[in-house]
């Protein structure tokens, strides 16, 4: 039986910012009581993380996932405060490929040529979070392999670091028509399969490129210029974000930022 939503004076100021990020959204999210932690023979308290963790079903390794609901925030929103499963539990980057399959999930598949699902080492310390395939990248299949591919390949080295030594993806895996940003409704139904292939690298650090991919990984709104270079915690690995190539092409002044992020990924990898 759904447990009954708690009165507004328990739950905790965190997610209220939470769920009023959501109404701006235009979104209802609900709040219901945590089920008791069995684990601890405890209820768990609305004060903290496990409360937010309540609200959708967590993203579970060789399930099929559910198409998130309009009504409740994106299974991404969870990534701050899920721990990752431990290593027995994990599936491989194969197995989520396997699920995805000729995916029609969203409204993007009809507008696809190829799904860009990632490349590099399925055991890769650093991983890089796009926003999206391009025209090139939907031809090809691969991400990052345009013009912001190769700035981007020109980082990795800067970094002492072969491009296959990384692993590179996407927030969607689809490309938008006219490369426009993705929808929100699409990254819902995207997102979760960027939170398995992270759960299944469980990588040293992350690097996500440019606004899209940062705001998924935090599950808020936030500025890439603002944020861009701090480390943040990511269900127990590093995070960092950068301006995407893409940006930097458009702004080359820019890229002086960018060498300041690099070397804190240097450092954190170090
Ligand atoms: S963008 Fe993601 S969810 Fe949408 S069709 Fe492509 S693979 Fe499926």
């Known amino acids: 039986m759904t447990p009954p939503e708690p009165p507004k004076s328990e739950i905790s100021p965190r997610l209220r910012a939470w769920l009023a990020f959501y109404e701006d959204l235009g979104l209802t999210p609900t709040v219901r009581r945590a089920k008791p932690d ?3 023979g405890q209820p768990l308290a609305l004060d903290e993380p496990a409360p937010v963790a309540a609200l959708v079903e967590p993203v579970r390794p060789k399930q099929a996932l ?5 009504a409740a ?3 991404a ?3 701050l405060f899920e721990e990752a499963p431990a290593r027995a539990e994990r599936e491989t980057l194969d197995d989520i490929r396997t699920d995805l399959g000729e995916c029609q999930r969203c409204k993007l598949a009809p507008h696809r040529k190829h799904i860009v699902f990632g490349v590099g080492d399925p055991k890769a310390q650093l991983v890089f979070v796009g926003e999206g395939p391009g025209a090139e990248e939907d031809l090809q299949g691969l991400p990052f392999v345009g013009r912001a591919g190769r700035l981007l390949t020109q980082w990795i080295e800067s970094l002492g670091l072969k491009r296959e030594q990384v692993y590179i993806c996407n927030v969607i895996k689809c490309r938008p028509p006219q490369n426009r940003t993705p929808g ?3 990254i819902e139904s995207c997102s979760p399969f960027l939170l398995r292939q992270l759960d299944a690298i469980r990588p040293k650090l992350i690097c996500a490129l440019g606004s899209v991919a940062l705001q998924m990984l935090m599950g808020k ?3 890439i210029t603002r944020l861009r270079g701090q480390v943040f915690d990511f269900r127990g690995t590093k995070l960092v974000a950068t301006f995407h190539p893409a940006y930097i092409l458009r702004n080359p002044p820019a890229d ?3 060498r300041k992020d690099l070397q804190v990924i240097r450092q ?3």
């Open 184 to 186: 929100r409704d699409e």
């Open 66 to 70: 559910p198409l998130p609901s309009m």
């Open 77 to 79: 929103t969870l990534s």
């Open 38 to 40: 069995t684990r601890e």
């Open 268 to 270: 954190l990898l170090a």
């Open 73 to 75: 925030p994106p299974a």
């Open 221 to 223: 709104a936030a500025s």
């Open 256 to 258: 002086r930022d960018v």
